[in-house]
């Protein structure tokens, strides 16, 4: 199992959708999680914070569930400039470095 | 107060040349992870580094690779007899603690492109 699996996407929505993006972990000693956003060929950007009794930050929501590993990304009233590549993260085991799933491409039309 | 600077920010090499990348981390900031994007794949942990110290290096291929993060001076990521597989975004990140991660930022990264 992957350490960090994420949907394959691409997710195609028009403005003002809502869309989720899930993510599984395999490492259940895990304690810190994030979501980061990377537009194309620049570098990732710390979007927010998991914690474990989610958080909102305006139109985001994040999730998490320790039992089943499992974060998930809410989006609400979709922007333009929402397009981008999604990326989910946790901590290795050690709690040195992180680590990056593949990502999950958004792409929102007007 | 510069971010996270890398340079070049585009490398061509050819076959069996050698790659050096740079990173100044911000100031203040003595911590310094490098990662590794290949095309269409997701970031790669390669190497976490303090000050003249390795800390962690499981992510760093076996061979030709190495890096180090010397008391003065930027952090040098070093790829000897580069081959193609070796092209690549490779990015490096600083914290001025382990992983503070409300303090932690990427630099734009360095392309590599190996011909």
């Known amino acids: 199992r992957k350490e960090v699996e994420q949907d394959p996407g691409p997710f195609n929505v028009p403005e003002g959708a809502t869309v989720a993006f899930n993510c599984t972990y395999s490492n259940s000693a895990s304690q810190s999680f994030f979501w980061y956003r990377q537009d194309c060929r620049k570098e990732p950007k710390l979007l927010m914070s998991v914690y474990s009794s989610g958080n909102e930050d305006g139109r985001f929501t994040a999730q998490l569930n320790r039992a089943s590993q499992y974060i998930s990304l809410l989006i609400r009233d979709s922007k333009l400039s929402d397009s981008a590549t999604y990326l989910c993260v946790v901590f290795n085991q050690a709690g040195t470095a992180l680590i990056f799933g593949k990502g999950t491409t958004l792409s929102v039309s007007s | 107060n510069a971010g996270v600077m890398q340079n070049p920010r585009h490398l061509v090499r050819r076959r069996g040349q050698e790659a050096r990348l740079r990173c100044s981390p911000m100031?203040?900031?003595?911590?310094v992870y490098w990662y590794r994007q290949l095309p269409e794949e997701g970031l790669k942990f390669m190497v976490y580094l303090q000050k003249e110290n390795i800390i962690d290096e499981s992510g760093m291929p076996k061979e030709r690779f190495s890096a180090e993060f010397p008391k003065e001076g930027p952090s040098i990521l070093r790829i000897q007899q580069v081959v193609r597989g070796d092209s690549a975004a490779y990015f490096c990140a600083s914290s001025p603690q382990p992983w503070s991660q409300d303090e932690a930022f990427f630099g734009q990264g360095t392309r590599l492109t190996v011909v």
């Open positions: 100031k203040g900031h003595s911590h």
